[in-house]
């Protein structure tokens, strides 16, 4: 058995986490952390390029990143739907790489494969804790290997769930200074070629090649600025923070 992922980012897509918290990802990275990406698609439906082209670039961008596992389930592109066999799917999952920390896209934005998976990764998270799952006649309609696995593995569940929120416009709880990061963020985002190469296909959704650096720029910057540094990445936490020495929190307020 592998050693447990300090950190599990979970998207709907790939390229996804790499917009979103890529620079978060290879930060922990290089402090020693082992870190991994989920993407819950092989990315069928994208207007450019194809599953398998995809695959190739998500592998590139993960060693970019210095992430140590990735995989990608079958989930439909465009249909990623909170079911209970997609929440055993990634449950599966979070027995297998027993992350401490889980990311999560935000729960509301513009696509709907996004947000349904913050609440599906969630209650994934819930599943894979309890003690039973996979030795009831619930799963019986699951596909026997992922419920063999189910039964050989012990429950887990991850201490820490945040959400990547960089897809909608909220108030960040904290943010990840990625300055030392960015420039291999972005790079990671460009190993995906057939996705932003300048082409006809989906050009009304895509920005132009020269135009990613100055919008992944942007976005980092003006979250940088929030906690006085230079490019960020922000997340929120539902949980209340704790705080045990004020003179130690760090971003200055006046």
């Known amino acids: 058995m592998t050693a447990p992922l300090d950190v599990l980012a979970i998207a709907a897509h790939r390229d996804d986490v790499e917009q979103t918290c890529g620079g978060t ?17 092989q990315g069928e439906l994208g207007s450019r390029g194809s599953a398998e082209s995809r695959a190739t670039e998500a592998a590139d961008a993960a060693r970019i990143l210095q992430v140590a596992w990735r995989e990608a389930l079958d989930i439909a592109d465009g249909r990623v739907e909170n079911n209970y066999s997609n929440r055993i799917k990634i449950a599966r999952v979070i027995r297998e790489q027993r992350p401490r920390v889980v990311i999560l896209p935000y729960w509301k934005g513009r696509h709907p494969d996004h947000y349904t998976c913050a609440t599906l990764g969630y ?27 189910l039964r050989e593995l012990a429950p887990h569940r991850p201490f820490k769930i945040v959400y990547a929120t960089l897809y909608y416009d909220v108030r ?12 291999a963020k972005l790079e990671s985002i460009y190993a995906y070629k057939e996705q932003y190469a300048d082409q006809a296909a989906g050009g009304k959704d895509f920005p132009a090649h020269a135009e990613i650096r100055e919008r992944v720029a942007s976005m980092a910057h003006f979250y940088g600025m929030m906690a006085g540094v230079k490019y960020g990445e922000p997340f929120f936490q539902k949980e209340v923070g704790l705080v045990d020495d004020l003179r130690l929190i760090p971003v200055q307020s006046i």
Not at 25 to 41: Q, V
Not at 172 to 183: N, S, Y
């Open 25 to 41: 990802l290879l930060k922990m990275a290089r402090r020693g952390a082992r870190t991994g990406i989920l993407d819950l698609t």
């Open 123 to 149: 209650e994934a998270c819930f599943l894979a804790g309890l003690k039973r799952l996979g030795h009831t006649p619930a799963t019986q309609d699951i596909d026997p290997f992922t419920v063999h696995v």
């Open 172 to 183: 960040p709880t904290f943010v990840v200074d990625i300055t030392a990061e960015f420039q």
